[in-house]
């Protein structure tokens, strides 16, 4: 079984500009292709309305409906779905099991020093996004004379960053989006015993995790925290001897196909066919018939409570934001989970930055570093924020609109 690899990933554009863009993917299915799709169209900020899964175990047939931007590069969009695709051969693809896992990339150390202005780490990350570098940790702090000393763990997934070229490129990017504010840039390959040593601690304080597990109840959703409000998960047996139905409604947020697809993926469940619609822009339907990994329904009761459970959860609450006092200064915390594939949310680093800068609050240091808690590996971003700014800015306010950014909402 094989299609010309030309054929696995077409896009097709809109006819009205009212309209969204098409694409569909046709290709081996294996556990999991669904997230991963999503990533890549999460990655490029692109919003999913409507999409459509089939696949009788073997072969896959997927549809997304979707709405992308004037910058849009859709060339490269497909070019990152093929490669999350499974593995082809002399253009043809087929079937097999993935066994192996990829190698690892590696993992680069960025230094950047610049004066410090408002809105300057995000300049950074928006140039890093660009050009495709995924930032997997930073540390960032400001000196007393008005230096910024950013130092970004990245790997690149266009695998050239240990090219000149490639470096060249990065640092014109750079250039031309801090002109005159850069002094110094720097990148070298570090190695894995540099790589572990840069990890945050995995502990954090308890004031931290405390807030966390509180955002983490459903219950605390009294206290005024924005949340995605009537979240409904259902499961049902009896409609095919086959199949498990998993009915979702609720409301959209940025990336919830992906939340659902990647919580599916860590409780190793996969989709044999599914609708997912938004009405209005803003309720969802979502309806998955899907198997266990032995290609069975799911008929453990307390299987089926604990899946609907999670799913509900990672809707309800994807991210946990906070703002918090530390001592004198001020600090926003945000988490979001990370795959048992160790992958994190995209953009997420984008995303807070840029709420910042249009809230017009500066960033005196960050830090993202991965973490254990309640026995979960979570991605934690950590921003001081400049004591000048939190003398004005509530930190209600703070919090509010980082969640939205986050979260996709007006």
Avoid at 10 to 37: A, H, R, S, Y
Avoid at 261 to 286: A, H, P, W
Avoid at 329 to 355: H, Q
Wanted: hydrophobic share 35%; net charge neutral; with cysteine.
């Amino acid at each position: 079984m094989g299609i010309p690899y030309d054929d696995v990933v077409l896009i097709t554009e809109p006819k009205k500009p009212e309209e969204p863009t098409v694409i569909t993917v046709n290709c081996p299915d294996k556990t999991g292709l669904g997230c991963d799709l999503c990533r890549v169209i999460l990655f490029f900020g692109l919003s999913i309305v409507k999409g459509d899964v089939s696949t009788d175990g073997k072969w896959c047939y997927i549809v997304f409906w979707v709405f992308g931007k004037s910058t849009t590069r859709w060339s490269l969009l497909k070019k990152r779905l093929l490669e999350a695709c499974p593995s082809c051969s002399s253009g043809i693809y087929y079937y097999r099991h993935e066994l192996q896992h990829p190698k690892p990339s590696d993992v680069f150390l960025l230094k950047l020093c610049c004066f410090d202005r408002r809105g300057v780490l995000h300049d950074m990350t928006q140039v890093l996004c660009e050009l495709e570098l995924i930032i997997k940790r930073v540390k960032v702090s400001t000196t007393p004379d008005g230096k910024v000393m950013d130092l970004f763990f990245i790997t690149d997934s266009r695998e050239l960053l240990h090219t000149r070229k490639r470096q060249e490129d990065t640092y014109n990017h750079l250039k031309a989006a801090l002109e005159d504010s850069m002094i110094s840039f720097e990148i070298e390959l570090i190695s894995p015993h540099m790589t572990f040593c840069s990890q945050a601690s995995s502990i954090l304080p308890h004031t931290i995790t405390e807030e966390m597990y509180n955002l983490e109840l459903p219950k605390e959703q009294a206290s005024g925290a924005m949340v995605s409000h009537n979240v409904s998960v259902t499961m049902d047996n009896t409609l095919t001897p086959s199949h498990s139905l998993i009915q979702i409604l609720c409301e959209d947020h940025k990336g919830l196909l992906y939340d659902i697809m990647r919580t599916l993926k860590d409780y190793n469940i996969q989709v044999s066919y599914g609708r997912f619609s938004t009405k209005q822009g803003k309720k969802c339907e979502v309806d998955l018939f899907v198997v266990q990994a032995d290609g069975k329904k799911i008929a453990d009761p307390n299987k089926r409570k604990c899946l609907c459970s999670r799913l509900q959860l990672e809707l309800i609450l994807p991210l946990r934001v906070v703002v918090i006092s530390r001592g004198p200064d001020t600090e926003l915390l945000v988490a979001n989970p990370v795959e048992l594939s160790g992958k994190g949310r995209p953009l997420v680093f984008y995303d807070i930055t840029l709420a910042l800068k249009l809230l017009n609050t500066c960033i005196f240091s960050a830090e993202i570093g991965r973490h254990a808690i309640g026995g979960r590996e979570w991605e934690v971003y950590r921003i001081l924020l400049d004591e000048a700014d939190n003398l004005s800015m509530p930190r209600s306010k703070i919090e509010k609109e980082v969640r939205k950014m986050l979260m996709g909402w007006e």
